[in-house]
């Protein structure tokens, strides 16, 4: 069981937006900017997609886009393409004495 | 440009030993902190260790504290993750990760990341 929880699945066409939520607790997301998420294409290495919340690195596009409310982070895409259709994990500093960064169990994109 | 390239990965048995290795290159290695983080065959994620730009201080997650060491040579761009005591459920891909932060004590975001390397633990 992951310590952050998001979505198994989620689906949208083209030109469409969807947002994948990822939930934690005061000891990780609600009480840390330090949320990133990070996009997974089969048989490939992550990458770094959202960092600090809601900030973009250089080179992704600014389709991308991240916040948070609560213990609650989310990613929201706009625009769906097919390219887009990956795995997409969030993480984020966690200050439990067990671990010192967690992951969500992750969510597939489906790009219809 | 900046890279990481992970080896050392193999097939190994039960209460077997393996040391990884990841070479940096592109970027002031000693600057940054650096994770290792592995995957399962069709499993998510999941944060392996952490080591401080100049190896001062070291994180271990649960199921691998008191079985895994990490270390890093600055002067030869280096981390490593002896693996001892190894078990079934170590089988993952391997990956290492550099830190975005510099100089940071603690985990910011996995900017960079390695290709894997495979470690299969099986009799």
């Known amino acids: 069981q992951s310590a952050l929880t998001q979505p198994a699945s989620v689906s949208g066409s083209p030109g469409q937006s969807i947002t994948i939520s990822c939930t934690g607790t005061?000891?990780?997301?609600?009480?840390?900017?330090?949320v990133s998420w990070y996009q997974q294409h089969p048989g490939k290495a992550p990458k770094l997609m959202i960092y600090?919340?809601?900030n973009r690195p250089s080179g992704v596009s600014n389709r991308f886009s991240g916040s948070k409310s609560g213990n609650t982070a989310s990613l929201t895409i706009s625009g769906l393409q097919a390219e887009d259709e990956a795995d997409y994990y969030c993480s984020s500093y966690t200050s439990s004495s067990t671990l010192h960064v967690v992951f969500g169990g992750g969510t597939k994109l489906t790009v219809l | 440009q900046v890279q990481l390239v992970e080896s050392g990965g193999g097939v190994v048995q039960p209460g077997g030993s393996l040391r990884l290795s990841c070479a940096a290159s592109?970027?002031?290695?000693?600057?940054?902190?650096m994770h290792w983080v592995r995957q399962a065959p069709g499993k998510g994620l999941e944060w392996v260790a952490f080591?401080?730009?100049?190896?001062?201080?070291?994180y271990y997650a649960d199921s691998v504290k008191g079985r895994f060491t990490i270390s890093r040579d600055n002067s030869k761009n280096t981390l490593y993750l002896q693996m001892n005591s190894l078990r079934a459920e170590d089988t993952a891909v391997y990956y290492c990760?550099?830190?975005?932060?510099?100089?940071?004590?603690?985990?910011?975001?996995?900017?960079?990341w390695g290709q894997g390397t495979m470690v299969t633990v099986s009799s």
């Open positions: 592109g970027f002031t290695f000693s600057s940054y902190g």
């Open positions: 080591i401080r730009y100049d190896g001062s201080n070291k």
């Open positions: 990760a550099k830190d975005k932060l510099r100089y940071s004590s603690s985990y910011d975001a996995f900017d960079i």
């Open positions: 600090d919340v809601s």
């Open positions: 005061s000891s990780d997301v609600g009480g840390y900017n330090y």
